[in-house]
């Protein structure tokens, strides 16, 4: 049938596929392949040639759900090629820009996919009918994060104000300002967040694990500061490359990445969390001490609470920025290109992004380098896969694939939105 | 005054996915009294939050119903479950999943009046114009629309 295929085209090109492959001989898993189709990378050849200028609305376009990550990763990585820093409130309105994208993906996740899971329904609808202040609530405060992103940006999706030094307009500080009520209210559905979310039954897969983030000395991490680990990594995100390695599999589109003489690690919310809990806000630290969860938690299924503590944070943090906002003489930092080498990695709401470019002396891209957070987390995923499948393997095979997508569900990988999104293929030998 | 709105969906990229957004970008241009007119490019979650508190809602969208490309479909309230398969997006929902939702959590207010229009889509390859034969539809489709909703906006039809 025709309206099939085209159908399948569509997400082909734009959304990703997830299969699982499991070979089990004697009941022991022997062989396991997460299958990610990801949009092939393209973009970093067709960004060759292109200028500096063109680059963060060009970028912008890899993902529909973290466009602001791609524009912050991308601009930060031009500023430090040219030499230009950054600060006072130009500064604070990329971090609450940040802020909006952070809420916005994050409710998403929390309440439209994961909440499903953790309560055992198919899909966010039925749940709707037994949760429905639960559900309107996480509607209210994503729809803060939209408004955010839009106020600074013209638009949810793909928004267009960002650029190399700052943005092409800021608000005026009157525009900002009505958004503190509504930032007063979402304070108390963050906090319901995180006690709801504290009160699933929330399986363990505790392990020993490396969690990989930004660190930065006065904040949160967002877009500046070391990539530090829990195992004692410390360096600056200049050195990405020489610490990180990109591996082809012959199943999957997406590159792996490993730490170079380790293996697979762990970015995104839980790893920041675990890494920066002194940074959180107070009053998000106090929230996490009281939902009765330890971090540093090494368990992969905590994910859902360190994403709703992010969100309080966030939620503090914009308040903050909101309050001391001054409009800034000029929207931007002037930018004079040359012909050097800028990479950043800024903290994409599913992990460090990033982003390396060569510029010549006209600021146009002599090669481009993009490492997402869901490739990065790939190999993290099937070894998460490969201790937790055998607990349920068991089940019948539609409940083995649900607690299979509960788990890959945790790092909100690129491919998790559409409810089953998995194909178990389980081959016994 | 009822609460009057067109909500045009659609991708401007991708072909014939951007018809449901220019026959509400049509409308919008033309003003249409008492008539609120928006253009819906991010998920379904954020539909869910547009439809509320309005006594009467049009969607307006491409469609694939296995018809001849250009042909127009009007669909009431009671159709839609019948008609709407899964959209799958990576980070959202679709217009179905947005109106089933819709219905969960405010069953004690849905919209007294609902209508979807769609537009039977050739191609949603990314990139290309729409086809000629929605290019060709389209006027009709929002001619139709404007009918709609200009009755009810003036109380010719009731709710």
Wanted: charged share 25%; with cysteine; glycine share 6%.
């Amino acid at each position: 049938m025709p309206q099939r295929r085209i159908k399948v085209d569509y997400l082909a090109r734009v959304e990703g596929e997830g299969a699982l492959d499991i070979r089990l001989s004697d009941g022991k898993v022997a062989e396991l392949k997460l299958k990610i189709w990801e949009p092939p990378r393209l973009f970093e050849a067709f960004l060759t040639g292109r200028s500096y200028l063109e680059l963060p609305d060009m970028v912008s376009r890899i993902c529909g759900i973290c466009p602001v990550a791609y524009q912050m990763s991308a601009t930060h990585a031009t500023e430090r090629a040219f030499g230009v820093t950054v600060g006072g409130a130009i500064r604070k309105l990329r971090r609450l820009f940040y802020i909006g994208e952070w809420i916005e993906s994050h409710l998403l996740h929390i309440y439209m996919l994961a909440a499903p899971d953790f309560l055992g329904y198919g899909s966010v609808i039925p749940m709707a009918k037994d949760y429905p202040e639960a559900v309107k609530r996480g509607l209210r405060l994503k729809r803060l994060g939209n408004d955010i992103v839009v106020l600074l940006a013209g638009r949810e999706i793909n928004p267009v104000s960002a650029r190399a030094g700052g943005f092409y307009r800021v608000p005026a500080r009157d525009d900002l300002l009505p958004l503190l009520d509504r930032l007063q209210e979402a304070k108390d559905d963050a906090a319901r967040t995180v006690e709801w979310v504290a009160s699933f039954d929330i399986p363990d897969l505790s392990r020993d694990i490396e969690f990989v983030s930004l660190r930065h000395p006065d904040e949160y991490p967002m877009s500046e500061g070391r990539l530090v680990s829990s195992k004692g990594l410390d360096v600056v995100p200049e050195d990405f490359e020489s610490h990180f390695a990109e591996e082809q599999v012959p199943y999957s589109t997406a590159l792996r990445s490993t730490i170079r003489g380790r293996g697979a690690y762990f970015v995104g919310p839980l790893a920041r969390v675990n890494l920066n809990l002194d940074k959180l806000s107070p009053d998000a630290q106090a929230a996490a001490r009281r939902a009765g969860i330890q971090f540093p938690n090494a368990n992969p299924f905590t994910s859902i609470i360190a994403r709703a503590l992010e969100v309080l944070h966030a939620v503090d943090e914009a308040m903050e920025i909101i309050q001391s906002y001054a409009q800034p003489a000029a929207p931007f930092v002037e930018t004079r290109p040359r012909a050097a080498r800028g990479a950043a990695i800024t903290e994409a709401p599913r992990g460090i992004l990033y982003h390396r470019y060569d510029f010549d002396a006209d600021g146009l891209i002599r090669k481009a380098v993009i490492i997402p957070p869901t490739a990065q987390n790939q190999r993290q995923i099937e070894e998460d896969l490969l201790e937790y499948v055998p607990r349920v393997i068991d089940l019948p095979i539609d409940q083995a694939t649900l607690k299979c997508e509960m788990a890959i569900r945790n790092y909100d990988p690129c491919i998790s939105c559409s409810t089953h999104f998995l194909k178990l293929n389980i081959q016994y030998s | 005054m009822p609460r009057i709105l067109i909500i045009g969906c659609g991708n401007l990229l991708a072909g014939d996915d951007a018809a449901g957004l220019l026959a509400a970008r049509a409308l919008k241009n033309e003003g249409v009294a008492g008539v609120e007119i928006v253009e819906a490019h991010a998920g379904g979650s954020a539909l869910v939050d547009i439809i509320d508190g309005a006594d009467a809602v049009f969607i307006v969208d491409a469609m694939v119903t296995g018809a001849p490309p250009g042909t127009i479909h009007r669909f009431e309230r009671d159709d839609l479950p019948a008609i709407f398969s899964t959209t799958a997006s990576s980070h959202d929902f679709g217009v179905a999943e947005a109106l089933a939702l819709y219905r969960a959590l405010w069953r004690h207010r849905t919209v007294p009046r609902l209508a979807v229009f769609g537009i039977e889509l050739e191609s949603v390859e990314f990139g290309r114009p729409l086809s000629d034969a929605v290019v060709q539809a389209l006027p009709g489709l929002v001619a139709m629309l404007r009918e709609e909703v200009v009755a009810l906006a003036r109380g010719d039809t009731e709710m």
